[in-house]
Structures are given as C-alpha cells and as structure tokens.
C-alpha cells in the first residue's frame, strides 16, 4: 500500500502559493524591501525538492521507465502544449491586426516568440523538467550508490549551481538542469533518510532557519542583488546566494507543513495541493489581468512598502482563485481529458 505523506501534500500547496506570489509581486515606485523580494522570488527550487522526494519514495521501488515517461508525457507536456497554444492564440490575433502584417512577419513573431522554448514566462519549467525525467536512469543510479558517494555528488553539484546561476531568461534548458539538479537530490536523499531526519527535525528547522535569515541578509545588505541570480552558463558573476536561501526554505517550509499535520486537515490547501499542476499553468494569464487591473491605480498612488505587500499578497489571492475557478471549469466540461489539458 502506497503510504502518504501528509508533510508533502500540503507543501506542494504552499510550494505552488510561493511560485504565485513570486511573479505576484507589486513594487509601485520601488518601495517593496529589497528582502522581501529576495524571499519572495524562486520558489521554482520547492517545487524541484519535492519531485525528487515522490522520484524516490512514489517510483523507485516500481520504476519502468517507458511507463513513467508516458505518464509525463500525458500529464505535464501535453497541458503545457495546450495552455501554450491558447496563450499563443490572443497573440496571433494581434499580429493580424497590424497593418502591414504580411505572411513573412507573422511566422517571424512566431518564431521569436516560441524561440525561448515556452510562451508564458513561468512555463520555462517544463522543457527543463521534461529532461530531468528523461534523466530518471541517473538518478536511480544516484539512488543505489553509497552514501558517500550520494553526499559528495550533492555537495559537488550544489557547488556548480552557485557558480553557474540560472540562465538568462532562463531559456537555457541545460543550465537550468545543473542548477536545478541538486534540488532534486536533496529531496532524493530526504526520502531515503526520512526517518532519521524527521527524528531530528527541530534541529534541522533550526539550522534551516538560521540558513534562510543569513543569506537574505548576505544577499540583501552585504552584497545587494535583486531576486535570482541570470547569467550566460560560462561566464563569471560571482555566487549565487538565492541558490543556499532556497535549499534552506524547503525544509523551513517542509516543517511547517509537518506541523500543519498536527492541526484539523486542512482540504483548502490539499485542494490547492491538488491542483498545483493546473494553478502553475493557468496563473501567468490570470496573473497579467489582476494586474492590469490593480496596476494602474496604484501608480496613481504613489504607494509605499505596507500597500506594496498588500497588493503583492492581493494579486496572490485573486490569481489562485481565479486559476483554481478556471481549471475547476474546464475538469467540468471536459472530466476524462482535463489531465491532459491543464495538468489536474
């Protein structure tokens, strides 16, 4: 029997709230601490440390690789062709409209608009994840080594992350696999270790927490930077302190989803847990009309920091619901096919 883990199903939620709040983010006049933002952005790295956790404790043991691409495939390439193509859509309708749109021009602006390999900015992740899957033989092989080996590949890995950071406009699907991949490891090895580590969990909270609190003051007062760290792979740009601050906010937020479990379920954040997939697709266009909505007022009105936050935490709201609504809609009218659709 398949055993559940509860801690998991509610950080994926957060996990997914974190990913909206980061592309959520109001800064009217620039007024939004810097340290906020820096906490704010990359909840991306959540995301990665919980797939390695379900690559080892869901798949391992029964692990055939045709089949699990297949079901990657179907459920996390498919919707993102589809939500892509109806993203693309508005857009075509655009470029038509243009006087002197001719033919040449209009597979031009196609072209550099799918150039990048996503349409909608947050979809980078796919191609990126897609190859991580179809990297699944390594990492059973990762799985099987001793522990040894295990750590060191982790460490050696964690190390190159800080060194080549996210790639520009994160449309490098190599890079973002280096950088990525000690995440996933991470969370490889917490599966495997879960018991011994859940039996010192206060410590790890702590050391976690301390981890968290002194790379966003490192990256926020003693060597200021704005959110993730881009650059072209080869090149020399110091370290990436995002990269140690979101190792730490997993198991930061895997402790606070571990004491969650402590309380009356919660079926609001199991249903957001659910939907993740689907909320990940869905929220950049939602996104971009709550914002075209709350914006404009806003610029009017000069807001400081406080009104910042609350709009940044407002846009979080309305573009969850507004995506939750939405793909509820579409697992309405279409129940058999809503997987292949929208992710849920």
Same mark, same amino acid.
């Given at each position: 029997?398949?055993?559940?883990?509860?801690?998991?199903?509610?950080?994926?939620?957060? %996990?997914?709230?974190?990913?909206?709040?980061?592309?959520?983010?109001?800064?009217?006049?620039?007024?939004?601490?810097?340290?906020?933002?820096?906490?704010?952005?990359? &909840?991306?790295?959540?995301?990665? /440390?919980?797939?390695? /956790?379900?690559?080892?404790?869901?798949?391992?043991?029964?692990?055939?690789?045709?089949?699990?691409?297949?079901?990657?495939?179907?459920?996390?390439?498919?919707?993102?062709?589809?939500?892509?193509?109806?993203?693309?859509?508005?857009?075509?309708?655009?470029?038509? &409209?243009?006087?002197?749109?001719?033919?040449?021009?209009?597979?031009?602006?196609?072209?550099?608009?799918?150039?990048?390999?996503?349409?909608?900015? =947050?979809?980078?992740?796919?191609? /990126?994840?897609?190859?991580?899957?179809?990297?699944?033989?390594?990492?059973?092989?990762?799985?099987? %080594?001793?522990? +040894?080996?295990?750590?060191?590949?982790?460490?050696?890995?964690?190390?190159?992350?800080?060194?080549?950071?996210?790639?520009?406009?994160?449309?490098?699907?190599?890079?973002?696999? +280096?950088?990525?991949? =000690?995440?996933?490891?991470?969370?490889?090895?917490?599966?495997?270790?879960?018991?011994?580590?859940?039996?010192?969990?206060?410590?790890?909270?702590?050391? #976690?927490?301390?981890?968290?609190?002194?790379?966003? +003051?490192?990256?926020?007062?003693?060597?200021?930077?704005?959110?993730?760290?881009?650059?072209?792979?080869?090149?020399?740009? &110091?370290?990436?302190?995002?990269?140690?601050?979101?190792?730490?906010?997993?198991?930061?937020?895997?402790?606070?989803?571990?004491?969650?479990?402590?309380?009356?379920?919660?079926?609001?954040?199991?249903? +957001?847990?659910?939907?993740?997939?689907?909320? /990940?697709?869905?929220?950049?266009?939602?996104?971009?009309?709550?914002?075209?909505?709350?914006?404009?007022?806003?610029?009017?009105?000069?807001?400081?920091?406080?009104?910042?936050?609350?709009?940044?935490?407002? #846009?979080?709201?309305?573009?969850?619901?507004?995506?939750?609504?939405?793909?509820?809609?579409?697992?309405?009218?279409?129940?058999?096919? #809503?997987?292949?659709?929208?992710?849920?």
């Amino acid at each position: 029997m398949k055993q559940r883990y509860l801690e998991f199903d509610y950080l994926r939620g957060i %996990a997914i709230l974190v990913i909206i709040l980061g592309h959520a983010v109001v800064n009217v006049d620039r007024t939004l601490p810097l340290a906020l933002q820096n906490l704010f952005a990359g &909840g991306t790295a959540v995301f990665v /440390f919980i797939s390695g /956790f379900f690559f080892h404790s869901v798949f391992y043991r029964r692990f055939e690789y045709g089949d699990f691409m297949r079901k990657k495939v179907q459920n996390v390439l498919y919707p993102f062709l589809v939500i892509s193509l109806v993203a693309l859509l508005p857009m075509m309708q655009v470029w038509l &409209g243009k006087p002197g749109m001719t033919v040449a021009k209009f597979v031009e602006n196609i072209y550099w608009q799918v150039n990048d390999g996503y349409i909608l900015y =947050p979809h980078w992740y796919i191609p /990126f994840v897609m190859m991580l899957f179809a990297l699944s033989p390594l990492y059973m092989l990762f799985i099987r %080594a001793s522990l +040894v080996a295990r750590l060191l590949l982790l460490l050696e890995f964690a190390l190159i992350a800080m060194l080549v950071h996210r790639p520009l406009g994160n449309a490098n699907v190599l890079q973002s696999l +280096v950088y990525f991949t =000690p995440y996933y490891l991470a969370g490889i090895l917490y599966s495997m270790h879960f018991a011994v580590l859940n039996r010192h969990h206060r410590l790890i909270f702590a050391v #976690s927490l301390l981890g968290v609190s002194l790379f966003v +003051v490192l990256q926020t007062l003693v060597f200021p930077h704005l959110a993730n760290y881009h650059k072209a792979a080869l090149t020399f740009n &110091g370290v990436d302190l995002m990269f140690w601050q979101k190792l730490f906010l997993c198991i930061v937020l895997l402790e606070f989803a571990s004491w969650l479990t402590t309380r009356p379920e919660n079926p609001w954040l199991l249903q +957001v847990s659910a939907a993740s997939f689907a909320l /990940f697709f869905i929220h950049p266009m939602v996104l971009t009309q709550v914002h075209n909505l709350l914006l404009p007022g806003l610029k009017a009105m000069h807001p400081g920091a406080l009104v910042n936050l609350a709009a940044s935490l407002l #846009s979080l709201v309305l573009a969850t619901a507004g995506s939750y609504a939405v793909a509820r809609l579409v697992r309405r009218l279409w129940p058999r096919h #809503s997987r292949m659709l929208i992710g849920w």
